[in-house]
């Protein structure tokens, strides 16, 4: 034969439903690369432009450079570009009047303006963002506080001249100027004091918005910015660089590299201060901006970085074994649908090379149609999923770009490409290895399969009857159609379990923090919000709800039984006070969020109950086990840090008013999250949440001085801020937060996650079901002579649909165990693999497990169902003459 491989177009043509088919496979595994791509890269761009955003847009900070060594560090060959900051001075913006003094003696003193003197390196690194107005230009451009413009007599807006006396803050009781760290937003004392030295005139060019990181104190130190270009350097005065290295690798050393080789020459100035070796590290503080680093894989931590490698290595190898698997299955279908035609070929002259180049031509065909087809399916997949975030959100996650990205095509398409040559390289050689006569004897496909000794079972007999015990031996006397088949669906159970696995992980592992709109705080001498407050807000039509909070350090007594071995081990130094059979801890905190608030918490509850009768009658409480933290190698570490139950005793004891008996609590509870929040505490302390009357029992206390609101998202705040600022005009001592941007933010960063995730599994699924219809169903119409036969003998329509259905689902139960099974030590290694990132303790997928299954059966049943109204059809005569 010479134009043999010309058969391959005419049977892509002549048999347009099977290279559609194979074609589907092909477009699918490569749809599920770019897909799998697109969403990475877009996702960590939304992380990296998220976490700069917080956190700065550099790679380490060198905090207290004095100004001889600005230049040896920021020209150091290593270091790509630097920011420069200074601080130019404080300025007293107003002072604590007397009524404030009295109403609230611990309040500070002053409220400060904080100015600080950036390069526009600084002010691009650390994402100063504006509310209105630009970025200084030059040294008598400032720009000022969204929060802190009403502190100022006369309220200043854009374009207005401020004039500043700037100075230092010192020690009132001894005039020495007061120690300075770091950049001076935070911190104050009751015996503190003001020395202006020089006065400025700025022109206010723009107003910053609130920074996400915002404490107490900025309540009364606010900070603004001004412009230096850096040209001239104060040796004495101390500076903070914020590095971008040229490059991430290995940047714990070069930063090392840098500290110790600055060496400080005396200048005509006296100046005393060498910055050498011994003592750079006392001088110079450097922090690296880890949260940026390991977006990258560049984490100081050797730990983390490599835990994430191997663990994104497994879920792509994964991925890739399931693609091959989808691949491989069309191939192989195809060729076992076509065994009878190359015993044709054979019996004509055709060499087993040849018929091997006939597959492998078809699969390069194939190839190139269905490999652009599946990257413009991804990514027009991706399109749809972006714009309905989009639109599901209502324009809250603008943000949220897509990426698309030359490189990960071409990986998807060269991988694409790789998985088609090696999954049709198995079927090829199998057709090449067809023998002539048995092929045109169409025995390939039917059985050519050597049938093993199949064991008779009774009792499965008398539970599926005549049909089941068909379906059976079916299932065992061709076992490598079998093992097709099961395969197909092993991998997408598997696919699923794994994947799902991951969701459930990264929600586990997402940040903590209280979510709510408004808080109302009261630092006056009573520390005690009037309950008439309450009902103040609570009748605010903006106002959906609003909740009490009683807040009390109290001690506890901590059975040694009943602390996790796992977090003694981790920290030991809280455990240090033996009383009894217990450690007696600290800073445990006692609070409440009124009744309404435990009604809420039932949801949160993993043990027990709420009833708040009997916990006022037996003193209960519930208990918060679950943290987050970071150990000294910058894992995160979720752990229980008590492994309390339901009846448990507890001895607490308030420090307030001097009191010193200890109170017997009883545990009625555990939960692992707070009702606002959607993460794990960070304290590491045990929280214990109860009812206000049994607050009042161990604290004697029955006062609380917050309140948390969450807004109506459908009605206009304005009604809430208004009467916000009419309560603090009419008390000084109450404050308010406004976290609506911030509760915004964090929810939909959880929706984002949510339906990125879960459109992927939906990918993955779709995936799933029309390569197990395909599987199933090709198997079916292979065995249309078999069926027949079966009809000839006597068997009816209705027993042979019943034996197929069987069939069907003693193969679903079959591949659905196994899968699950894999999948659940692939989830549990994964799990591991992160565990020098995040460890938390593992829990068997009881849910995934349960969805796995049912949609396993649900589709093996579907494609079963589906072939059998073609095999109504057939008739028996044509059927047994056609094999």
């Excluded at 639109?391 to 998807?412: C, E, H, R, Y």
């Excluded at 059985?447 to 068909?470: C, D, P, V, Y």
């Excluded at 001085?705 to 459908?714: E, F, G, Q, T």
Aim: charged residues 20%; proline residues 3%.
């Amino acid at each position: 034969m010479r134009n043999y491989t010309g058969l391959t177009e005419k049977y892509l043509w002549g048999q347009k439903k099977r290279s559609i088919l194979t074609m589907i496979g092909i477009v699918l595994s490569v749809t599920l690369l770019t897909s799998i791509g697109t969403i990475a890269t877009s996702y960590k761009d939304k992380l990296i432009r998220q976490t700069m955003q917080s956190y700065g847009d550099y790679h380490v900070s060198f905090n207290g450079i004095p100004g001889e060594a600005v230049s040896k560090v920021s020209n150091y060959a290593t270091v790509g570009s630097a920011g420069i900051i200074s601080r130019e001075g404080y300025a007293v913006i107003s002072e604590t009047d007397e009524k404030e003094k009295k109403e609230n003696p611990v309040t500070a003193p002053f409220r400060y303006l904080n100015v600080k003197r950036y390069d526009a390196n600084a002010m691009n690194m650390l994402q100063v963002r504006l509310e209105s107005g630009r970025l200084p230009e030059n040294a008598n451009e400032i720009i000022l506080s969204s929060w802190g413009l009403n502190l100022f007599p006369n309220k200043p807006k854009l374009g207005d001249h401020i004039k500043l006396n700037l100075g230092v803050r010192t020690v009132a009781s001894t005039g020495k100027e007061k120690a300075i760290n770091g950049m001076g937003d935070f911190g104050w004392d009751l015996d503190e004091a003001f020395q202006a030295r020089t006065q400025k005139e700025f022109k206010v060019v723009g107003i910053m918005k609130p920074p996400s990181n915002s404490a107490w104190s900025s309540a009364f130190i606010i900070p603004a910015i001004t412009f230096n270009d850096n040209k001239a350097i104060d040796p004495d005065r101390p500076y903070f660089i914020y590095a971008k290295m040229k490059s991430m690798d290995q940047i714990k050393k070069k930063t090392e590299s840098i500290v110790s080789s600055l060496k400080i020459n005396d200048t005509d100035q006296g100046s005393a201060l060498q910055l050498n070796r011994d003592n750079s590290i006392k001088n110079v503080r450097i922090e690296f901006n880890n949260e940026l680093l390991k977006l990258y894989g560049k984490s100081t931590y050797d730990g983390v970085n490599k835990s994430s490698i191997l663990a994104l290595a497994a879920i792509i190898a994964i991925i890739l074994i399931c693609t091959f698997a989808v691949i491989y299955n069309a191939f192989h279908i195809s060729v076992l649908e076509r065994i009878a035609q190359f015993g044709i070929l054979r019996c004509i002259g055709a060499t087993p090379s040849q018929i091997r180049n006939i597959v492998l031509k078809e699969a390069a065909i194939l190839s190139l149609v269905s490999i652009p087809i599946g990257l413009f399916t991804g990514t027009l997949f991706m399109k749809i999923l972006f714009y309905s975030i989009s639109f599901i959100s209502l324009g809250f996650l603008n943000d949220m770009k897509m990426v698309v990205s030359i490189p990960i095509l071409a990986f998807a398409g060269l991988l694409g490409l790789l998985t088609v040559y090696i999954s049709a390289i198995g079927p090829a050689k199998q057709a090449a290895r067809v023998s002539p006569l048995e092929a045109v004897k169409s025995s390939g496909n039917t059985n050519a399969e050597k049938i093993t000794r199949i064991k008779k079972s009774a009792f499965m007999k008398k539970l599926l009857g005549l049909e089941g015990q068909f379906a059976r031996r079916n299932l065992q006397r061709n076992k490598r159609r079998f093992r097709i088949t099961a395969f197909s669906m092993i991998i997408s159970v598997i696919l699923f379990i794994v994947f799902s696995g991951i969701v459930d992980f990264l929600k586990q592992t997402s940040s903590s923090g209280m979510h709510y709109s408004y808080s109302i705080n009261y630092e006056g001498p009573s520390k005690r919000i009037p309950d008439s407050v309450y009902q103040d807000v609570l009748k605010l039509e903006a106002v959906q709800k609003a909740y009490k909070f009683y807040n009390h350090q109290v001690e506890a007594i901590i059975p040694k039984n009943k602390i996790n071995p796992n977090y003694y081990e981790v920290m030991k130094s809280m455990y240090s006070v033996d009383v009894g059979e217990g450690y007696r801890t600290g800073n445990n905190y006692l609070n409440s969020l009124g009744d309404n608030g435990l009604d809420d918490l039932k949801s949160k509850l993993i043990e027990g109950t709420i009833d708040r009768e009997k916990m006022n009658r037996e003193n209960g409480v519930i208990v918060l086990q679950k943290i987050a933290m970071i150990t000294e190698k910058g894992k995160k570490l979720i752990i229980d840090q008590t492994n309390f139950k339901v009846g448990d005793q507890i001895q607490i004891r308030s420090p307030e008013e001097g009191k010193k008996e200890y109170t017997t609590v009883t545990v009625v509870g555990v939960a692992d999250q707070e009702l606002l929040s959607s993460g794990y505490s960070e304290s590491h302390t045990v929280g214990f949440i109860t009812t206000p009357k049994v607050i009042a029992k161990i604290t004697g206390n029955d006062a609380f001085s917050r309140i948390l609101i969450i807004a109506n998202p459908d009605a206009p705040n304005a009604p809430i801020t208004d009467y916000l600022q009419a309560l603090i005009k009419q008390d000084a001592g109450y404050s308010y937060m406004d976290k609506v941007a911030e509760s915004e933010q964090a929810k939909n960063d959880e929706m984002t996650s949510r339906i990125l995730l879960y459109g992927f599994i939906g990918v993955i699924d779709l995936i799933a079901f029309i390569n197990i219809l395909n599987t199933v169903s090709t198997n079916l119409i292979l065995r249309t002579k078999e069926f027949a036969v079966l009809k000839a003998i006597g068997m009816t329509q209705k027993q042979l649909n019943k034996m197929i259905l069987l069939e069907g689902a003693l193969l679903g139960v079959f591949a659905a165990l196994n899968g699950i099974l894999i999948g659940v030590a692939l989830d549990f290694s994964i799990q591991r693999l992160f565990s020098d990132v995040v460890e938390m303790a593992w829990t068997i997928p009881w849910r995934n497990m349960g969805i796995a299954f049912a949609g396993a059966m649900i589709t093996i049943l579907v494609a079963t169902i589906w072939p059998m109204r073609t095999l109504k059809k057939v008739n028996i005569v044509d059927a047994l003459r056609r094999g």
